[in-house]
């Protein structure tokens, strides 16, 4: 295999909020795996794939900036193997994200999709819907403020006129689920699963981990977080991938976030060998079609 090259892009830092170092450290580790393995890995920034400096027929990426996640969709189309796929990042971004979970019958957080400038305090009063987050639709978080927590229908409208200010026109407001918070971290058509409690562990992102504060232990089925974990992969063509969800006191879990390859933080050297077999395996599959 060491005929084959491959290029790998890494993310931009500023679709790597406070998370620079961990999202570079496991792209190396398994950059590092893949050269183990036979194959020449030659790595690019963003800005390098977009100036057209990438010429190799396998993609390896974290790639997050919307001319990126274009460009990488038109090279899939012209026979190009991009993993994760050009369009499973773009299914990650939140409208796209919900109504395709939604619409997958995942479990999933009762959702409205608005445009920013309209009311939604009569929608959200109609559902009885207080405590919500709102989340920019159009794009990945780059900032704290795209992902707000709110208490009541009001402030939602607030924070919506804020977002519209802001130059965001569409936004996802999901309820607010009571429950122990989990991230989760897995490798598609792969053994390796990794779950832990942020706010115990404090990791955090931008600190909205404490509005569910610490984990109660809620006992959960494992097989079926995995198993839900799985379709959401599946339904959002994401090989790579990571997120969280909330168990509730009885036991259900509800997916609320799914990421096209995170850091992995907690876990990156028991999960690099396997995203790096998983890449394999999709190289191989690939070329013996």
């Known amino acids: 295999m060491s005929e084959i090259k491959i290029a790998?892009?890494?993310?931009?830092?500023?679709?790597?909020?406070?998370?620079?170092?961990?999202?570079?450290?496991?792209?190396n580790l398994v950059?590092?795996?893949?050269?183990?393995?036979?194959?020449?890995v030659t790595v690019y920034s963003e800005e390098q794939l977009n100036n057209g400096e990438v010429t190799e027929n396998v993609i390896v990426n974290m790639c997050r900036e919307q001319r990126s996640i274009a460009l990488l969709q038109k090279l899939e189309e012209q026979?190009?193997?991009?993993?994760?796929?050009?369009?499973?990042?773009?299914?990650?971004?939140?409208?796209r994200m919900t109504r395709i979970l939604l619409g997958s019958h995942i479990p999933y957080?009762?959702?409205?999709i608005v445009d920013t400038d309209e009311a939604v305090t009569d929608a959200m009063t109609r559902i009885n819907m207080s405590r919500a987050w709102i989340k920019r639709g159009d794009f990945h978080a780059m900032h704290k403020e795209?992902?707000?927590?709110v208490r009541h229908p009001q402030e939602a409208q607030e924070v919506l006129q804020e977002y519209f200010l802001r130059g965001i026109k569409r936004a996802v407001i999901n309820r607010h689920l009571e429950g122990d918070l989990i991230k989760f971290y897995g490798v598609c058509d792969t053994p390796f699963f990794y779950w832990f409690y942020p706010f115990d562990e404090g990791h955090s992102k931008?600190?909205?981990?404490?509005?569910?504060?610490?984990?109660?232990?809620?006992?959960?089925?494992?097989?079926?977080?995995?198993?839900?974990?799985?379709?959401?992969?599946?339904?959002?063509?994401?090989?790579?991938?990571?997120?969280d969800c909330i168990v509730d006191a009885d036991g259900s879990i509800r997916i609320i976030d799914f990421n096209?390859?995170?850091?992995?933080?907690?876990?990156?050297n028991e999960a690099a060998p396997h995203i790096a077999r998983a890449i394999v395996s999709a190289i191989k599959e690939f070329f013996n079609r």
Not at 260 to 268: G, K, L, N, Q, Y
Request: net charge neutral; aromatic share 10%; glycine share 12%.
């Open 8 to 27: 790998g892009i890494m993310r931009a830092g500023a679709y790597s909020p406070n998370h620079i170092g961990n999202d570079a450290a496991i792209f």
């Open 31 to 40: 950059v590092d795996q893949l050269r183990k393995r036979g194959y020449t």
């Open 79 to 95: 026979g190009v193997l991009v993993i994760n796929s050009g369009f499973g990042i773009e299914n990650c971004t939140r409208e």
């Open 109 to 112: 957080p009762e959702s409205l």
């Open 146 to 149: 795209d992902v707000s927590y």
């Open 206 to 243: 931008y600190g909205h981990e404490a509005i569910n504060g610490h984990s109660k232990g809620l006992p959960f089925d494992l097989k079926y977080l995995k198993q839900i974990c799985s379709m959401a992969s599946e339904a959002l063509d994401v090989k790579i991938y990571g997120g």
């Open 260 to 268: 096209d390859w995170p850091s992995f933080a907690p876990c990156r």
